[in-house]
């Protein structure tokens, strides 16, 4: 009987727990439809639980965001709903999600994944049913491809487009030499690696040293012993801010008089949660445009911190929401007749406008806009390279 | 410092927050005989109360309005509460019902109680903690805090000031004198001789007037207690600390535990130096060996139970029939 | 005592796999809301059900006109992929509920009928799918050889952790097994052979002679789900996995598995060979596990190490519970509810780990045997076919019927 009692404790405390918490707190998919109006739906899907929660959280909401938009401006003779997917970073939950998009027979595209093993996946099913797919965040390069084109294609640039800049900047303008590659053992990590050893080996060089680490490590300082004797005077970091931010820290406690560089996974407002002199420093490549400098830009910053999101805007937050403005577009250019294949050709073919600049796909779907800056971390801020005291020489970083 | 003084000094650490998450596994094996597999999900809990904490006393003003040793004081002492409550809960809930089946049971209720600690932290904590911290801001520049599943920056409170040599020496030394109470405690307190009778013989224990069910309550209390001090350490030292760490926080510990052999409080430290050893070694001297980290860790940990089931410190148990 | 006879007839257990199947459809086709209420509903009815014992009397029956239950499961099992004609996310769940019921059944041998609790079964699922994906992609060879392999791989890996394991127990075992499990999405995920964290993806799927098994089919003018000539593949699989699990449950080794479970020192006493059955738990459940992997990389197409991973072991063992350890239809009907759940509660994405735990905790402290709960052996029933001489004789061996001869006089 006391076993019963606690039992029914439990379960009430629980039920307690979820309606105090507003459960379903999204309320994403909005209900039913209004009446006699046409349903088109689109397909959302990223980590919202997981290791990858937060930056997943984000980007559903930016996307969620543009959708709720153009349903208000009334543009469009149908509601647009959304379908959003938690993959939790998860391959066989993706696939699940996916199945569950294809099968609903309003869905007329689908954007997702910020991981590229999840994408890798859920591909085949969206070809198989043939739905379009526009990948937002996972950028492993071999996701657009000849087979994939035109069902999948990608508003995101790939790890390799984005090494490009950062080596230009860190090889070449800084001249660097000796570089220690750290990154970890996931996709992302591994992909950033590879392309970074290829951008070196372009210039005859070789990384003084290269270690991969787990998801998840939070202590860099053995790791650190070995940069230190290796004498590299610059340390990539290939994989997420989570680690990358304590990595920094890391080198500044344990003075390692190196720079410190990364790309795009690292600009986050987490990063800044470490003091501002441990993240002093740090130079991180972002892809797109710098959002402050447009008024759309701007506009986007400002409606989303307005809506009162619990998750800051990560770095491919804006890309999410580029996502949606390229479908939305699409959608426009389809008039009354919307259909996957008609949205297929739309995307494909299409040039977009949005925060991030003109979108336009090359010939296995990839976006042609690889715009990309770099951004320091200066006082406790990132800051856009060209505007900090590093680029005019007032600072400078370690290892010169 | 050099190479091998760096590196050094990165194992104590590593291995110190290993052995506070393996003490508490020990504690309670010790006495109750069952693997409480939730030790590291209730460390990240006491971080996490620390962070909700320090974020409203200093909205409230009090933290400025004291010296910091103070305030340290005070966050210790609420975290530890609520460690305390939530390691009462475990018991109540994921082990005592369990009392006379297979101790397989609260293995696996721990476990899954350990995921809804960890979910429940990750959808409440914001909410709760920001409206709490709203409401009795009094300063200037109040705090707040980020969704709980954004990984959270911890305050930085040991090191206020210092280098980071001296932040370690801390906890290092933080570390040495909780074990030093926890043997005092153990050895020469009626309550910790009353746990160990229990760990031994528990009928007989019953039988010689021992108080078993407040001896279980308190051994869940001062468990409570050591993985709350373990998670602030933790957290002061990783400085960034993520609601879903306390599963490989946990499983680390419990290799350590498992390492030195679960019975033992000193096999605690030993197995839980061993593994800091073991891990910061293999990352800094074999080049490209990070990326062997874990799974070294857990290999060490199938020889141990194939080899040493009782672990380096622990009497080899005649099976009884 | 007539409606004793229709009860006690093949009619009565053609009947329960109708009302099964009915049930089974209206849970995988309808939504979330109305979905999780019957589940609920028919949780609660199971266990009201069995305070009169309803449900062992059914599982007997089962179990005495054993040909007729195969038959028409049979039957209904090839008829339920085309109830489910075009909707693919429906048919993937099904598929997936399929899948995972296999698994858990090799689970059970050594959770439920030797009380190992193997924390790696998702190792053993990785094991498999990584056979089909690096014959099929690596090596180009036919995913069936993959499968062949996968099978016998995860089989040997089965005998190799259980090897080790002989000289433990009880709690030790299990935390190896966990360490194993651990270390094995590790090695996975930084063994560049095997694609990393990538995993391997294009895994070509199942032909059998040249028919393709993962292809839209048009029958009778209804398009099919590409999902379901595959569905019917796993289900062939499942109903011979759980006929071949009933065989070893009412067999020599089943007792000696149960009495291993029990009381090993009693066991090894009794002549019964300890290490032998412990292993031949491990290399059978391990084999059972290794097939639902390879039918796993078939229906995905993909490997990864995220798939495999310490969260779908517990996910695996949680089925165990919930269904009812040692009970091979429990186990089944576990895996359905938990795998369907899973996917029902995709709409409260933020809760459903918390749910998960949640399900657990309530249900270990409510009813830790599970909803189909462990039964007592009935041995009247192995031995329904009595021998010859005794028939003769004129004997009855069965006591239950004694029992009743005696209530009624």
């Known amino acids: 009987m006391k076993k019963r009692i606690l039992a029914i404790g439990v379960t009430v405390c629980m039920i307690a727990g979820m309606v105090l918490t507003g459960c379903g707190g999204s309320g994403g998919s909005g209900g039913s439809s209004g009446g006699d109006g046409k349903v088109v739906k689109l397909g959302f899907l990223s980590p919202i639980t997981g290791a990858n929660a937060a930056e997943g959280a984000a980007a559903r909401n930016a996307f969620q965001m543009a959708i709720d938009q153009a349903n208000e401006s009334g543009d469009y003779d149908y509601k647009i709903e959304?379908?959003?997917?938690?993959?939790?970073?998860?391959?066989?939950?993706?696939?699940?999600?996916?199945?569950?998009?294809?099968?609903?027979?309003?869905?007329?595209?689908?954007?997702?994944?910020w991981n590229s093993g999840v994408a890798e996946a859920t591909i085949p099913v969206f070809k198989e049913a043939e739905i379009p797919m526009l990948i937002w965040g996972a950028i492993a390069s071999d996701l657009t491809s000849k087979d994939n084109y035109p069902w999948i294609t990608r508003s995101a640039p790939t790890d390799v487009q984005e090494n490009v800049p950062l080596a230009k900047a860190v090889l070449d303008d800084m001249g660097y030499e000796k570089v220690f590659i750290i990154s970890d053992t996931t996709s992302y990590g591994q992909g950033n690696s590879k392309a970074f050893k290829a951008e070196l080996a372009d210039r005859g060089l070789k990384e003084v040293g290269f270690e991969e680490v787990q998801e998840g490590t939070v202590d860099f300082r053995a790791i650190l012993t070995k940069v230190k004797s290796s004498g590299a005077d610059c340390v990539y970091w290939g994989g997420v801010v989570t680690e990358g931010s304590l990595l920094k820290q890391q080198m500044y406690e344990e003075g390692v008089n190196a720079l410190f560089c990364g790309i795009s996974g690292n600009y986050s407002e987490d990063f800044l949660k470490i003091p501002a002199e441990a993240a002093e420093g740090a130079l991180v490549v972002k892809p797109g445009i710098v959002l402050d400098s447009t008024e759309d830009g701007k506009k986007f910053i400002e409606d989303y911190e307005a809506a009162g999101f619990s998750e800051p805007i990560g770095a491919y937050t804006p890309y999410a929401y580029t996502a949606a403005e390229i479908l939305l577009q699409a959608l426009k250019e389809c008039g009354d007749d919307v259909t996957p294949e008609a949205m297929r050709d739309a995307i494909a073919n299409g040039s977009f406008d949005g925060i991030m600049g003109t979108t336009t796909f090359d010939d296995i779907g990839q976006t042609e806009l690889v715009a990309a800056y770099l951004n320091v971390v200066q006082d406790g801020k990132w800051t856009v390279y060209d505007d900090s005291e590093y680029a005019d020489g007032t600072r400078t970083f370690g290892g010169k | 410092m050099s190479r091998f003084g760096n590196l050094l000094m990165s194992a104590i650490l590593c291995g110190c927050t290993y052995t506070l998450v393996a003490i508490g596994y020990c504690l309670f094996f010790g006495v109750l005989d069952v693997v409480v597999f939730c030790c590291g999900d209730i460390a990240i809990f006491g971080a996490f109360s620390i962070i909700g904490a320090f974020t409203i006393i200093w909205s409230a003003g009090v933290f400025q309005a004291v010296p910091t040793v103070v305030a340290v004081l005070i966050l210790l002492i609420v975290a530890s509460i609520l460690c305390a409550v939530l390691g009462l809960i475990t018991y109540r809930i994921s082990v005592k019902p369990f009392e006379k089946s297979s101790a397989l049971m609260p293995l696996l209720s721990t476990i899954a109680l350990g995921v809804v600690i960890k979910e429940v932290l990750g959808l409440i904590f914001q909410p709760v903690i920001n409206s709490m911290a709203t409401s009795v801001v009094r300063v200037d520049d109040p705090k707040t805090v980020v969704g709980g599943r954004n990984p959270q920056s911890m305050p930085q409170l040991i090191a206020a000031g210092g280098s980071t040599l001296t932040r370690n020496l801390i906890i290092i030394v933080v570390v040495a004198l909780i074990l030093l109470a926890l043997f005092f405690f153990l050895n020469k307190t009626k309550l910790g001789l009353s746990m160990q009778a229990i760990s031994q013989n528990k009928e007989l224990a019953l039988m010689t007037g021992v108080n078993v069910k407040s001896a279980i309550r308190w051994t869940f209390i001062i468990g409570g207690v050591l993985l709350a001090i373990g998670g602030f350490l933790l957290g002061n030292y990783q400085t960034i600390i993520r609601f879903d760490g306390g599963t490989m926080y946990g499983t680390k510990g419990f290799?350590?535990?498992?390492?030195?052999?679960?019975?033992?409080?000193?096999?605690?430290?030993?197995?839980?130096?061993?593994?800091?050893?073991?891990?910061?070694?293999?990352?800094?001297?074999?080049?490209?060996?990070?990326?062997?980290?874990?799974?070294?860790?857990?290999?060490?940990?199938?020889?141990?139970?194939?080899?040493?089931?009782?672990?380096?410190?622990?009497?080899?148990?005649?099976?009884?029939? | 005592m007539k409606n004793k006879k229709l009860l006690d007839s093949p009619f009565a257990v053609i009947f329960c796999n109708i009302v099964l199947f009915l049930l089974v459809y209206f849970i995988v086709t309808s939504d979330y809301v109305l979905s999780l209420a019957i589940m609920a509903v028919v949780i609660v009815a199971i266990l009201l059900v069995n305070r009169i014992n309803l449900v062992n009397k059914i599982f007997d029956l089962y179990v005495k006109y054993k040909k007729t239950a195969l038959i028409s499961g049979l039957v209904l099992g090839i008829l339920y992929p085309f109830s489910l004609t075009d909707n693919v996310y429906v048919a993937h769940i099904a598929t997936l509920a399929v899948i995972y019921g296999i698994a858990c059944l090799g689970?059970?041998?050594?959770?439920?009928?030797?009380?190992?609790?193997?924390?790696?079964?998702?190792?053993?699922?990785?094991?498999?799918?990584?056979?089909?994906?690096?014959?099929?992609?690596?090596?180009?060879?036919?995913?069936?050889?993959?499968?062949?392999?996968?099978?016998?791989?995860?089989?040997?890996?089965?005998?190799?952790?259980?090897?080790?394991?002989?000289?433990?127990?009880?709690?030790?075992?299990?935390?190896?097994?966990?360490?194993?499990?651990?270390?094995?999405?590790?090695?996975?995920?930084?063994?560049?052979?095997?694609?990393?964290?990538?995993?391997?993806?294009?895994?070509?799927?199942?032909?059998?002679?040249?028919?393709?098994?993962?292809?839209?089919?048009?029958?009778?003018?209804?398009?099919?789900?590409?999902?379901?000539?595959?569905?019917?593949?796993c289900i062939a699989f499942l109903v011979l996995c759980t006929y071949i699990a009933m065989r070893v449950y009412f067999s020599r080794t089943g007792i000696a598995m149960n009495t291993v479970a029990q009381d090993e020192i009693a066991a090894d006493c009794l002549g019964i060979n300890v290490s032998r059955t412990k292993l031949f738990a491990f290399v059978i459940g391990g084999m059972y596990c290794g097939l639902a992997g390879t039918l796993f990389a078939g229906l995905e197409a993909y490997a990864g190490p995220a798939t495999y991973n310490f969260q779908k072991s517990l996910m695996l063992i949680c089925m165990v519970i919930l269904g009812g350890m040692d009970n091979s239809i429990g186990v089944v009907l576990g895996a359905f509810i938990l795998a369907i759940i899973t996917e029902k509660l995709r709409d409260f994405a933020d809760f459903q780990q918390l749910i998960y735990g949640a399900i657990l905790v309530i249900m270990l402290i409510v009813r830790p045997d599970g909803i189909i709960?462990?039964?007592?052996?009935?041995?009247?029933?192995?031995?329904?076919?009595?021998?010859?001489?005794?028939?003769?004789?004129?004997?009855?061996?069965?006591?239950?019927?004694?029992?009743e001869l005696k209530s009624e006089v």
Do not use: C
């Not at chain 3, 039964?375 to 021998?387: A, M, S």
């Open chain 1, 82 to 113: 959304v379908i959003e997917i938690d993959d939790k970073s998860d391959p066989s939950t993706g696939v699940a999600g996916a199945q569950k998009i294809v099968s609903d027979p309003d869905v007329v595209a689908a954007t997702g994944h």
């Open chain 3, 107 to 233: 689970l059970n041998f050594q959770m439920g009928s030797t009380d190992m609790t193997n924390f790696a079964p998702a190792a053993f699922m990785g094991i498999g799918a990584y056979s089909v994906a690096i014959a099929s992609v690596k090596m180009g060879l036919s995913p069936w050889l993959g499968m062949l392999g996968g099978v016998l791989l995860s089989g040997l890996f089965g005998f190799l952790i259980g090897l080790p394991t002989l000289k433990t127990k009880g709690y030790y075992l299990s935390l190896v097994t966990m360490a194993i499990q651990l270390a094995f999405t590790e090695l996975v995920r930084i063994w560049p052979y095997v694609g990393g964290d990538d995993g391997i993806s294009g895994i070509e799927r199942y032909k059998l002679f040249g028919f393709e098994l993962y292809k839209r089919y048009t029958i009778f003018g209804i398009r099919m789900s590409p999902q379901i000539p595959y569905l019917l593949l």
């Open chain 3, 373 to 403: 709960p462990w039964r007592v052996r009935n041995h009247d029933l192995i031995t329904r076919r009595k021998p010859k001489v005794i028939e003769k004789l004129g004997v009855s061996t069965n006591i239950a019927e004694k029992a």
């Open chain 2, 255 to 321: 290799a350590a535990a498992v390492v030195g052999g679960l019975k033992s409080t000193w096999g605690a430290v030993i197995g839980g130096m061993l593994l800091g050893f073991v891990e910061v070694f293999t990352a800094g001297l074999v080049p490209g060996g990070t990326k062997f980290q874990n799974v070294i860790a857990f290999i060490v940990v199938i020889i141990f139970i194939v080899f040493k089931p009782e672990g380096i410190i622990g009497e080899k148990i005649a099976e009884k029939v």
